[in-house]
């Protein structure tokens, strides 16, 4: 069935470099992305979201990339800090479904170096 | 943004038991609730729906009687995950969803369940 995907599963970077994390998603339905950032034991967390209707939108210190043609997202975040490790999850909403009803992707182990 | 309380953090039960997880809506009232599961080093998967007042949707693969899931008010919904075995060791993570918030979806802290 249509899923959304991660390119990579592991990246690792020094701290003060930028972070680029790639989903890939099947469902042209889907029209709400949201990344999110999972520390271990805890539940996800907000990073930043974009809707179908916009192709970039940033937040502090990070970025969200959408091209619908390829179906690709990406998050961007700059001046990675230790404290940004963690798994990223990009997440799709379908069009009409409720906003709470997601579906995530595999996940991205973020890991900054000192 | 919202307040989500979720609890247990951990639990450790014998199998055949039966645990249940509360999730609560602090500061906004839940209309619907989706509960999450989520394996070592896996993604987050969707069990289930459910909304105030009504019986749950779960997602195909879900049993819907050994995953009882609970919402009847605004601000709380359990999930008891009845005669558990060593398989249902997960992470439970609920989020609820209130109607007038129609972006960012809001997740409790999670719940680690082991089942020995």
């Known amino acids: 069935g249509e899923s959304v995907g991660l390119h990579l599963p592991t990246l690792s970077v020094q701290e003060g470099d930028n972070s680029i994390i790639n989903c890939a998603y099947s469902n042209s339905a889907s029209d709400y992305f949201i990344w999110y950032k999972q520390e271990s034991g805890k539940g996800p967390q907000f990073i930043i979201d974009i809707r179908s209707n916009m192709d970039k939108r940033q937040g502090q210190r990070v970025t969200v990339l959408l091209n619908k043609t390829v179906k690709h997202l990406s998050l961007q975040i700059a001046a990675t800090q230790p404290g940004d490790s963690a798994v990223y999850f990009c997440a799709e909403n379908i069009r009409g479904t409720s906003y709470g009803k997601l579906t995530f992707g595999q996940g991205t182990i973020l890991t900054v170096h000192p | 943004g919202a307040v989500v309380s979720q609890h247990p953090s951990w639990v450790i039960c014998k199998s055949g038991t039966s645990v249940k997880i509360e999730c609560r809506s602090l500061d906004f009232q839940a209309t619907t609730m989706f509960w999450y599961r989520q394996f070592p080093k896996q993604s987050l998967m969707l069990m289930a729906t459910?909304?105030?007042?009504?019986?749950?949707?779960?997602e195909q693969g879900v049993e819907k009687d050994k995953f009882l899931i609970n919402h009847a008010s605004l601000t709380l919904s359990t999930l008891t995950v009845t005669s558990a075995h060593p398989e249902d060791s997960s992470f439970y993570i609920c989020s609820p969803q209130a109607a007038s918030l129609n972006t960012e979806a809001f997740f409790g802290q999670g719940t680690r369940l082991t089942v020995v």
């Open positions: 459910s909304n105030e007042g009504s019986k749950a949707t779960y």
